[in-house]
């Protein structure tokens, strides 16, 4: 039977080209492809990605793991769309496929399988939290040595590969602005308490007040889900406390979105009643009015790192599977909805 | 050797079950995956995606061919991330598996190399337009009748799959609410001319200014690409315009927020000076300020009915391929922008 390397030989290409020719995965030139392809038919060799990934034990596949909420369009967050954008920048660097998988966020997901089965042959887990079931299933990937990666939540487990950013910092630095511009009163709006991106956000913003010497006031800080809806539904309770805040730090952009129009429907004028401080930098935090100053986070770059530190890995098995841990670190933006 | 089926009647649960639990695809009872997990066991059956995807011809995976265009991050996009999300949900309901493809859109594609590579049992192609050379590798599809369905893009050519949105309905029907408000003047930002969503705009701007008595300006009509740099490039030529314009229409919002941009930093108030009607109804296009009236374009609902159309076709291979033409109606969604 024919192989692969006596294709690239008759075409004067590599053994890789072959396989990026036959299936179907570009850029390639034109001249090329078609060199290959004519190649691969005198030889009379055609390429089965199926039955040759069999062969290897390989899909060729990223697997990239998300939640699956009804009627919320995942896409449309800049949070998953940003992430995915880096990861899909790696992917087709080199070659790879990116198979999304849905997973209901109330089931246990057997993360094993998906390699028991061959269908990835790494993957990257989006929107994971830090319940007790799911941190045992990720534990899992990493006794039995499979390449995985959490994308942006931290467990109480040494040893897991994630990718994250630097949200304690990001808050604190936040704080810190809203302090420096004569802030002491200062509320927080929250995200839900599963994801350690609250608690690590919680903890940067109690560390700033504390360093001025402002004791944190509990009947001040709100808890949301990340959504624009729940933002919009704690407006009234930040407004029944409006004298006594002179600003709201909140734990993502969409929150803060809903917020702001539904203080505003309620007669709040930003800044001027209450200065705000978003988190995110999504493109609707400059569009709007007044535009948001925000903790802006570097999803794109955490998504592709990700990417490719896993296919890194693939391609150099003999090294094993060193730990991924890293922190990427975050920048303030300063707009209108803090002041000057 | 140990069939699905057995395990399935040692577990007490369908066949499918059985594959939706071994391929770790969710949502699954967590008792219903234990029982299914040590029947398997028991019974010494480990199912191999890839091989018995291999037995069966088939991967268990729908295509998604999107453009890749370095730096532009497409997830980002209203229009790619609806569509995605509407692909989404049609392929988490069926348990399949989502392979998003990216190609490099200067380079002519080989799509029906993914299906004779098994790596797609169906294929939706995102971000497709008119060259000649891309029509050319959509027929082929057509002509070796493989299931694939192009999104919003139509071709000079019978009986080709497409899901679409009426878009020459939508700017017919956008001009004319202008036109209803008083404006005669009214000037076009249009997207790029190798988008037939491009030219069914023109149609429908110009049929609404004809029917209504007025000649349609050339010197009126500018040219981006749909990106809001595009927009806010186009700011200078539609200020130098403005005395004789009353009202403009853009071909999407992210052209529209560029140029409200562009124009504002020109000292153009806005609805005052201009009224400006845009084009998808994204989430963007209710935070700006003014908020903008929007045609709505059911993006997500066009990937879902792709989506499911197509592994309907799959599920039912007996009947064929029917041809899959769909035309979706747009809305009016009015805001600020332009006027009261």
Redesign the interface.
């Known amino acids: 039977m024919t192989n692969r390397k006596e294709v690239a030989k008759l075409a004067g290409v590599s053994e890789a080209t072959v396989s990026r020719v036959?299936?179907?995965?570009?850029?390639?030139?034109?001249s090329t492809?078609q060199r290959v392809q004519e190649a691969a038919r005198q030889l009379n060799y055609?390429?089965?990605?199926?039955?040759s990934?069999?062969a290897r034990g390989r899909?060729?596949?990223l697997g990239v793991v998300v939640p699956?909420v009804?009627k919320v369009?995942?896409?449309?967050t800049?949070y998953?769309?940003?992430l995915?954008?880096g990861i899909?920048?790696a992917?087709?660097a080199k070659g790879y496929?990116?198979?999304?998988?849905?997973?209901?966020p109330?089931?246990?997901?057997?993360?094993v399988?998906?390699y028991?089965?061959?269908?990835v042959d790494a993957c990257i887990i989006l929107g994971s939290s830090a319940i007790p079931s799911e941190t045992e299933a990720i534990v899992r990937l990493a006794e039995e040595d499979l390449p995985y990666c959490v994308m942006d939540q931290r467990f109480d487990h040494p040893r897991l590969n994630i990718v994250a950013a630097d949200h304690e910092r990001g808050s604190y630095d936040a704080v810190k602005h809203l302090i420096g511009q004569g802030c002491r009163r200062i509320g927080f709006l929250n995200g839900a308490p599963q994801y350690s991106n609250s608690w690590d956000r919680m903890t940067g913003y109690r560390k700033a007040l504390i360093e001025a010497g402002i004791e944190p006031d509990e009947s001040l800080i709100y808890e949301g889900n990340y959504s624009r809806t729940s933002g919009r539904m704690a407006a009234s309770s930040v407004y029944a406390n409006l004298e006594r805040l002179d600003a709201i730090f909140v734990g993502n952009d969409r929150m803060a979105?809903g917020l702001m129009q539904g203080l505003r429907e309620l007669g709040c004028r930003m800044p001027e009643d209450l200065k705000i401080f978003a988190y995110d930098n999504s493109?609707?935090a400059s569009?709007?009015?007044p535009p948001l100053s925000t903790v802006k986070v570097p999803f794109?770059e955490m998504g592709r790192l990700a990417a490719d530190r896993l296919l890194d890995l693939l391609a150099n098995k003999d090294q094993g599977n060193p730990v991924i841990n890293e922190k990427l670190l975050t920048d303030l933006v300063i707009r209108r909805s803090t002041g000057s």
């Open positions: 036959l299936n179907g995965i570009g850029p390639i030139k034109e492809r055609e390429l089965n990605a199926v039955a990934s069999f899909s060729g596949n699956h009804p369009h995942l896409f449309s800049y998953f769309s940003e995915l954008g899909g920048d992917v087709h496929g990116l198979l999304l998988l849905f997973r209901d109330s089931v246990t997901y057997d993360y399988s998906l028991r089965t061959q269908r979105i493109d609707a569009f709007t009015e794109y």
